[in-house]
């Protein structure tokens, strides 16, 4: 049975889902659903360009404000309602990149990058038609990063770095949501965000040790907000127990919260990972970044190492370094190190690397060594995958990535 959409009718000729005009995917397999979820994004990106050129003509008529009021009556949130309305704004003097979003060759927030980075620094039809080429297969996260280097590109001359442009943005806001809750909104600059990152995934690790003995655990999210408080109050983190019982720890809430601002815990030390090249030629340090990636500007790696500890790594040519072979089972604390810099996450779902653990591609107890090239950072859950339910990793030889697949489907009989 074939599986597609069929978005010119609404209907498909392999019995749409009741009400709508989608198919019944209750017995399609993972490389069909893989197909479906592809051309539902398609759909997806679509809608969300017909939207914003709904907004944008809604906005000629009455008003952007008008335009972000009607949004919130969608059942949009405010912010995002606002959002919207500002990225059509912006679109209106980047036809080039409205059309590319209407017609979903790119996404409604990529095209708010673009708008955004335009209105910092302006760019050419030219600098405009790359972006749209590259946006058409990165994904969000990796296409910000590259209007973040391109505009780094575009102001090399501003006499401003992208650190101190960044820092003047640098913003934080708290507020009363709706429901009662109290929402902190911040904006950092590159360095700061990853340092304050660092520091809550530190803690919120530690919590998740000190919850394993009781039931039940926070949720992760639960663990971040418990641990941003704390390092924001100085207060000691509670474990689970302590949690329940209202104290910290021991004694009573009265008690805790007549606890002295120096109350044994300490402004997390955080260790932060910098990559750069060295070219030989030249002697100087050159593409400097954060382990994910994320360009910093070799002034701020100079402010940096001057209050940081230095972990030299070296790369070999095509990038693979720090060969153990077989003298030990475990990655070296440098190949973990490497392997941040190298997948800068999970190779299954792109989660944080600090969580993940290097997997052996060709298992230890199977001659597989403990080398870069048989090395892959996999998070607890896509370990599981690999071991439990078959997954597979397949290396891209072109770009030297790795990526998770599915178990292959068993041949018809």
């Not at 490389?31 to 994004?41: H, I, N, P, Q, V």
């Not at 600098?127 to 990796?142: A, C, R, S, V």
């Not at 934080?172 to 904006?187: I, N, P």
């Not at 950092?188 to 660092?198: A, F, H, M, N």
């Amino acid at each position: 049975m074939e599986f597609t959409l069929n978005p010119s009718t609404g209907g498909t000729d392999d019995g749409a889902a009741e009400g709508f005009g989608f198919p019944d995917y209750s017995e399609a397999g993972a490389s069909e659903l893989l197909g479906l979820m592809g051309e539902a994004d398609l759909l997806r990106r679509r809608a969300e360009g017909y939207l914003v050129g709904l907004v944008v003509r809604y906005g000629e008529l009455e008003g952007p404000g008008a335009a972000a009021t009607v949004c919130h009556q969608f059942g949009i949130s405010a912010y995002r309602a606002r959002r919207l309305a500002k990225t059509a704004e912006s679109l209106t003097a980047m036809p080039q990149i409205l059309g590319a979003v209407q017609d979903g060759n790119i996404s409604a927030d990529q095209g708010a990058l673009v708008a955004e980075s335009h209105k910092r620094a302006p760019m050419s039809e030219q600098d405009q038609k790359e972006l749209l080429d590259l946006g058409g297969w990165q994904g969000h996260d990796e296409f910000k990063k590259t209007v973040a280097a391109r505009e780094d590109q575009r102001r090399a001359d501003d006499g401003m770095g992208r650190a101190e442009r960044q820092r003047a943005r640098r913003s934080f806001k708290v507020f009363d949501s709706s429901g009662g809750m109290v929402v902190l909104h911040a904006e950092l600059d590159q360095v700061s965000g990853e340092r304050v990152k660092i520091a809550v995934s530190a803690l919120s690790a530690k919590m998740l040790g000190d919850d394993i003995a009781f039931d039940p655990i926070r949720t992760f999210e639960q663990r971040n907000a418990d641990a941003l408080v704390a390092l924001i109050t100085q207060q000691p983190a509670e474990t689970a127990n302590a949690a329940a019982e209202g104290t910290s720890g021991g004694g009573t809430p009265n008690e805790v919260a007549a606890v002295a601002p120096d109350c044994g815990i300490r402004p997390q030390k955080t260790v932060l990972v910098i990559s750069a090249d060295y070219d030989g030629i030249e002697g100087q340090l050159k593409n400097a970044g954060l382990i994910d990636g994320t360009p910093i500007e070799l002034d701020e790696l100079r402010r940096l190492a001057c209050d940081a500890q230095i972990v030299p790594m070296i790369f070999a040519a095509d990038g693979q370094p720090l060969y153990m072979g077989r003298a030990q089972r475990a990655p070296t604390k440098a190949q973990k190190l490497a392997l941040y810099r190298r997948d800068r996450g999970c190779v299954g779902c792109g989660i944080r690397p600090q969580v993940c653990d290097g997997h052996h591609i060709q298992p230890w107890d199977h001659n597989g060594p403990t080398d870069m090239s048989n090395l892959v950072l996999l998070c607890p859950k896509c370990h599981r995958k690999v071991h439990k339910h078959g997954h597979i990793l397949e290396r891209n030889s072109a770009t030297g990535r790795n990526r998770l697949l599915p178990p292959p489907r068993p041949s018809p009989t």
